[in-house]
């Protein structure tokens, strides 16, 4: 379970702290955290071929600045063919919109929409996942 990697896309500083928190039983090997799409889709395409570079799991918050969840998701579903290891995606927001729900499971490779706070069961499940 400590093996893991745990990469949050989200712009809000209080979920990136409860993060950490949440994994002072080390669920997750490493915790990192990005707040800009654009960074984070560089960064995947920069280590697409080194599975020690990325991580083993992402939450994305949909409602994210500039560009949105949903464009990190689209850029996400285009370089995953060329990912050397498989990425588990999880959406993490605080909404609650039906559209939103129904637009996320468009999406084939998202392993589950989850409305913040995520709990410690959720968290600790999904690193065991």
Request: hydrophobic share 45%; charged share 20%.
């Amino acid at each position: 379970m400590h093996n893991k990697t745990l990469l949050v896309l989200d712009d809000d500083d209080i979920f990136h702290h409860l993060m950490k928190l949440a994994n002072k039983p080390n669920f997750f090997k490493e915790v990192i955290h990005y707040d800009q799409v654009g960074e984070l889709i560089s960064d995947l395409l920069e280590n697409q071929c080194t599975a020690a570079l990325l991580p083993d799991v992402i939450f994305v918050d949909i409602a994210l600045p500039v560009r949105d969840g949903y464009s990190f998701l689209d850029a996400f579903a285009t370089l995953r063919p060329s990912l050397c290891k498989e990425i588990s995606i999880y959406v993490v927001t605080v909404s609650v919109r039906q559209v939103d729900h129904e637009r996320v499971a468009a999406y084939p490779f998202i392993k589950e929409y989850i409305t913040k706070p995520v709990s410690m069961n959720q968290f600790r499940n999904i690193a065991a996942a």
